[in-house]
């Protein structure tokens, strides 16, 4: 920043008041910092992160261009791609009139059964904080800040905002603070938002060690931190450990009148407030708003063309191909006259997980249809079948609102829900505000009219006409925060004013779903209103945040009623005379979400039962699957399973992904982040996740992942770092730029690779590190990942990739001596392109002739 605007800023700094500086140290909305207009200081505004940018409302917001999940960009291992996005990115979130991203989430994997697994990059630390450094570098060249979460250690969503977790210090430091160690140093990001967990009985947003002795104290981060929503527990605590803002606004724990007191009394707690208020002015200048006092611009949609072709190609250099039995993939569409496509995915849009990473996409793509128009472009002859298969569904589904089937009033008006704001609980007289939601997933808990204060009474009415394609057994569905009524052509169907239970909907605090099951008519149009109080059921949980802010919610279902075992029969039939069947399964925003861990590893619904039936028919089956983290394939091993294509989730491309690469227009070059156990029970954290009364212990230390899998010879599904092309390529003898590491030096691999088809494609060379006998007590892995280089190579192409790996690298954390410590002794460096012991080609020793430390 130049030296002008950060004298003004210390000028204006010393022209606040003690009040005006600590009505900076919250936001003024949910998604706003404080302006003060008097002195020249704008708001400035974020957004959700980390899949595209939402803007400011949580549900029926503004179109956005849909980015893949983090967990596929960590299977691209390719940092600069993550670069392209963020630049992408940040005019996204300028299109939002956003300063800042809420992203990227980097925090490393320890179960496969984390519900925001998705949204993050690996179970690797080296690898997600590369991979964020990419995100954040990316984000930042175009002025936009990127806010790199969750600090620390937020590995579980079940009691996410109160759990207290066990580390010892050498895991914290070793695994879990290493993707935000290295991104400070490689991205830089220009603000943190710290976790809602507790570590070792402190909340992160107080906490001394992680942020002011580490953060602030050994890394000398001097950008902002922010807690996140709601998870800022403490006043002066927080202020002094370093947490900057308190979001969302108004402040909860920061009212400014104690604040004062506090301040008046602690000349400590004056100069804190000072240095926070000053971080938050310079990110007001960092990201070009110092002094712009125009007003905030509405929000639009960019729906750019080349953000959608990039998304496309980082789908495809995401994707794994784990298993291609006589190379049944690429499909050659002149040899086949029947492709059958089917299962839950076939047809669906399934962009990402759930909860604060969704956003209304500018368009969605999905794998049966993009293939049909790809297959009639190459050849017009081919049949796709599709079949159902079987359903995956959760809860009720949303009401087809897009479809047509839910108008505000009956058969020829506008498309949606009608939702009218009311004083009083009884929702009648003259609504205080109104408007037209395009969904029956009304998460309100930042749309209330402000005229509306969230301690007086209030409610809503939601209401339109629905129909229904064809006659038929139907499930209504409700779920909504506090207490409400749905009525179906004027008579009660569903009574929800006193539920009890609460379920995982709209972030874990709307009710169990109650679902009815009745006859409905093609061609008749049920007039439908759920009448939502602001009243929380008294016998329900409570949600204190919630409450205080006077959150409401509600989620309709409409859909017919199904049965899977006749689907799966309907489907075996079908496909028969296939020559391939296309079996499109996993997960979706319901079963993986932010706000609730996966209770177990399975594919959910018979999707297993479906595979294996399919199997029994055809011998040529092609399973994709599309899940943020690992799911059990007990078919994997099946012979008649000839391909097995790992899709996660693509954003808005992940129908043309998929398609690409069943047809071989992309060549998929991702490699697994993360370990496919054989079983969830395999994993280390499987007895310690996700705890017991509300704590949880890190028993397994640092054998997370691949860590453990190798050191303890357990047997896995897919390994880390693995993947397959369509391209293969030859890896020459690796070589080492020097055999002696002393402080303050690198070495370099060298290795050639090799593209040894007629397919151009992309390996990824990954280079591991076994280290010597350990003098440290606590257990250590056997090797792990230190360095990575993706290469792409045309046809016959041969390329030399160079890892270079830093002395800090090969730093340990000693909890004897309280530093980081490289010990002396021989290191053995192993080049290769998956993580499997066998496969991996010596390049080399590096020698440390004498132990080095720092802190
Ligand atoms: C999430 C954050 C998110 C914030 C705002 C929280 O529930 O944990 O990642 O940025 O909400 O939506």
Redesign the pocket.
């Known amino acids: 920043m130049d030296a002008t605007t950060l004298k003004e800023i210390e000028e204006t700094l010393a022209q606040l008041t003690l009040e005006e500086k600590i009505s900076l140290l919250a936001g003024k909305d ?2 706003r910092t404080v302006p003060l207009p008097e002195k020249q200081i704008p708001s400035i505004k ?1 957004s ?2 980390p899949s595209g940018a ?1 803007g400011d409302t ?1 549900s029926g917001g503004q179109k956005a261009a849909f980015f893949p999940s983090g967990i596929l960009m960590g299977a691209t291992f390719n940092p600069e791609l993550a670069y392209e996005t963020g630049e992408l990115l940040s005019e996204e979130v300028r299109a939002k009139s956003a300063s800042v991203l ?2 990227p ?1 980097a925090c490393c994997h320890r179960s496969p059964l984390g519900g ?1 697994n998705f ?1 993050s990059y690996s179970e690797d630390p080296l690898l997600s904080g590369k991979m964020a450094s990419g995100y954040i570098r990316g984000v930042q060249s175009r002025g936009i800040a990127a ?1 790199m ?2 600090f620390v250690a ?1 590995e579980q969503e079940t009691w ?1 905002l109160y759990v207290d977790e066990t580390i010892d210090e050498t895991t914290l430091r070793e695994i879990y603070l290493k993707p935000f160690e290295i991104a400070m140093r490689e991205g830089q990001p220009w603000a943190i ?1 710290t ?2 967990n507790i570590i070792n009985g402190v909340h992160c947003d107080s906490h001394p060690l992680t942020l002011k002795q580490v953060l602030r104290g050994e890394w000398n981060y001097e950008g902002l931190v922010m807690s ?4 800022c527990n403490s006043m002066v605590e927080s202020l002094l450990a370093g947490l900057d803002l308190e ?2 606004g108004p402040a909860r724990k920061r009212p400014i009148k104690e604040f004062v007191e506090a301040a008046e009394k602690d000349e400590s707690v004056r100069k804190a407030i000072d240095d926070s208020a000053r971080r938050i002015l310079t990110l007001i200048a960092k990201v070009g708003k110092w002094k712009d006092m125009t007003p905030e611009a509405p929000e639009y949609s960019r729906n750019d063309p080349e953000t959608g072709k990039l998304i496309r190609r980082a789908g495809g250099e995401g994707t794994v191909l784990l298993k291609n039995e006589g190379k049944t993939l690429p499909l050659q569409p002149g040899s086949l006259k029947k492709v059958a496509f089917i299962g839950p995915n076939a047809k669906a849009t399934v962009a990402g997980g759930g ?3 969704n956003l209304e996409p500018n368009y969605l793509t999905q794998p049966y249809e993009t293939f049909v128009t790809a297959i009639k472009e190459i050849n017009g002859d081919i049949e796709v079948p599709w079949v159902q298969g079987c359903i995956i569904d959760r809860w009720v589904p949303n009401i087809d609102v897009e479809g047509g089937f839910c108008r505000v009033g009956g058969p020829d008006s506008e498309a949606g829900l009608f939702l009218e704001w009311f004083r009083g609980y009884e929702a009648t007289g003259e609504p205080v505000a109104t408007t037209v939601f395009k969904t029956s997933n009304a998460f309100l808990w930042d749309s209330r009219p402000t005229s509306i204060s969230p301690s007086e009474e209030f409610s809503v009415r939601f209401s339109g006409q629905i129909s229904v394609p064809e006659d038929g057994k139907y499930n209504i569905s409700l779920s909504t925060i506090t207490a409400s009524k749905l009525y179906l052509n004027g008579e009660l169907l569903i009574d929800n004013w006193d539920f009890k239970e609460r379920g995982n909907l709209m ?1 874990n605090v709307g009710s169990e779903e109650v679902v009815k099951t009745i006859e409905l008519k093609k061609g008749e149009w049920y007039p439908i209103l759920v009448h939502n109080s602001s009243i929380w059921p008294k016998d329900s949980p409570r949600d204190p945040p919630m409450e205080e802010i006077g959150a409401l919610g509600i989620r309709l279902g409409v859909a017919p009623v199904y049965d899977n075992a006749v689907l799966i029969a309907e489907a075996a039939d079908a496909v028969k005379d296939a020559d391939a069947v296309v079996i499109v399964v996993g997960l979706n925003n319901e079963w993986e979400s ?2 609730y861990d996966r209770s177990d590893t399975k594919l959910p619904n018979n999707q297993d039962d479906l595979i294996e039936e399919i199997a029994k028919v055809n011998q040529n089956v092609i399973v994709v699957n599309q899940s943020g983290a690992p799911v059990d394939m007990p078919w994997a091993e099946n012979s008649n399973v000839k391909a097995i294509v790992q899709a996660w989730y693509a954003g808005q491309e992940a129908g043309h992904v998929i398609a690409d690469v069943l047809l071989g227009k992309q060549n998929p070059s991702g490699k697994l982040p993360l370990t496919f156990p054989i079983k969830v029970q395999d994993n280390p954290s499987y007895l310690y996740f996700p705890g017991r009364d509300q704590k949880v212990e890190y028993t397994e230390k640092l054998m997370v992942g691949y860590r453990y899998y190798d050191t303890e010879n357990v047997q896995t599904r897919f390994p880390f770092g693995y993947g397959l092309s369509y391209s293969t390529f030859s890896i020459g003898e690796p070589s080492l730029s020097t055999a002696e590491l002393t402080e303050g030096q690198t070495f370099t691999a060298n290795v050639d690779v090799s593209n040894t088809s007629n397919v151009a494609g992309a390996e990824v060379v990954q280079l591991y590190v076994k280290r010597p006998a350990s003098t440290s007590s606590i257990k250590r892995p056997v090797k792990e990942l230190k360095g990575f280089k993706k290469v792409h190579l045309g046809t016959g192409e041969t390329a030399t990739a160079n890892i270079t790996v830093d002395d800090k690298s090969l730093g340990i954390w000693s909890t004897e001596a309280g530093k980081w410590v490289v010990e002396a002794g021989d290191y053995e460096v192993l080049i290769g392109t998956s993580s499997v012991q066998d496969e991996l080609k010596p390049a080399g020793k590096i020698t440390v002739k004498a132990a080095w430390s720092w802190i």
């Open positions: 949910f998604w974020v959700d992160g939402r949580f809420l992203a989430t925001r949204e806010t979460k969750h937020n996410r938002m976790a809602y996140d929503w709601f998870g979001m969302p909860g604060s990473a972030m932010e706000s």
